[in-house]
Nanobody
């Protein structure tokens, strides 16, 4: 069974930083493009960053220049380094293989507030 387990969220002040981690129980993890998604309160889930197997990255305009996605294929782990956080970054953050259709993980809550 494929699982994605996210961690690293928390409460942070505006301008602060957090690093999220996600462990994926995927065979041949390195072959999958991985994505970080977020769902703000009352809004739809959106893709904010993705990384292909060869570490080609893409970011939504809302996080470009502030967030960095990376991966450790030996550990089946994908990271999201978030800096210069804003209140509008408040959301539940999820990771998933971009091509995966199935159950999402539980996510990790990020709250940006003073």
């Amino acid at each position: 069974q494929v699982q994605f387990v996210e961690s690293g969220g928390g409460l942070v002040q505006p301008g602060g930083s957090l690093r999220l981690s996600c462990v994926a129980s995927l065979r041949s993890f390195s072959a999958y493009a991985m994505g970080w998604y977020r769902q703000p309160p009352g809004k739809q889930r959106e893709l904010v960053a993705s990384i292909a197997g060869r570490s080609i990255t893409n970011y939504s305009d809302s996080v470009k220049g502030r967030f960095t996605i990376s991966r450790d294929n030996a550990q089946n782990t994908v990271y999201l380094q978030m800096t210069s956080l804003k209140p509008e970054d408040t959301a539940v953050y999820y990771c998933k293989a971009v091509s995966f259709v199935g159950t999402w993980g539980q996510g990790t809550q990020v709250t940006v507030s003073s």
